[in-house]
Nanobody, 115 residues
Framework: QVQLVESGGGLVQAGGSLRLSCTAS????????MGWYRQTPGKQRELVAA???????NYADSAKGRFTISRGSRNNAVYLQMNSLKPEDTAVYYC?????????WGQGTQVTVSS
C-alpha cells in the first residue's frame, strides 16, 4: 500500500503563492500518474492538475498559467506550485496517485485565499 502525506496549505492573500507537497511512502514501486484535486463544501472533487510518469501534464482551465505541477525524480513526491491565487481557489486540496490501477488519496490540505 501507498501512504500519502500532504503539506503546504494555509492562508494567503489574493495574488499570493503557495507550494503544496505530497510525499508517498510504503509501496511506491509502480506509481504512475499523480495529481492534485480540490473540493469545496457541497461540490464534487475536481481535478486541478495531473502529471504522468513520463512527465506529461494536464491542467484544469482554472489552473492554466498560474499553477505548475511537478514530481520528484524517484516518483515518490508530487508538488503543486500555485501563483496568483484567487479567493475562488479556496478549497481542500487532495493528492492522488495511481498504482497498478488503484487510486490512493491523501488526507487533504486546506488552502484559503483571502480577498
Amino acid at each position: 500500500q501507498v501512504q500519502l502525506v500532504e503539506s503546504g496549505g494555509g492562508l494567503v492573500q489574493a495574488g499570493g503563492s503557495l507550494r503544496l507537497s505530497c510525499t508517498a511512502s510504503g509501496s511506491t514501486f509502480g506509481i504512475g500518474d499523480m495529481g492534485w484535486y480540490r473540493q469545496t463544501p457541497g461540490k464534487q472533487r475536481e481535478l486541478v492538475a495531473a502529471i504522468t510518469s513520463e512527465g506529461f501534464t494536464n491542467y484544469a482551465d482554472s489552473a492554466k498559467g498560474r499553477f505548475t505541477i511537478s514530481r520528484g525524480s524517484r516518483n515518490n513526491a508530487v508538488y503543486l506550485q500555485m501563483n496568483s491565487l484567487k479567493p475562488e481557489d479556496t478549497a481542500v486540496y487532495y493528492c492522488n496517485v495511481q498504482r497498478f490501477g488503484r487510486a490512493t488519496w491523501g488526507q487533504g490540505t486546506q488552502v484559503t485565499v483571502s480577498s
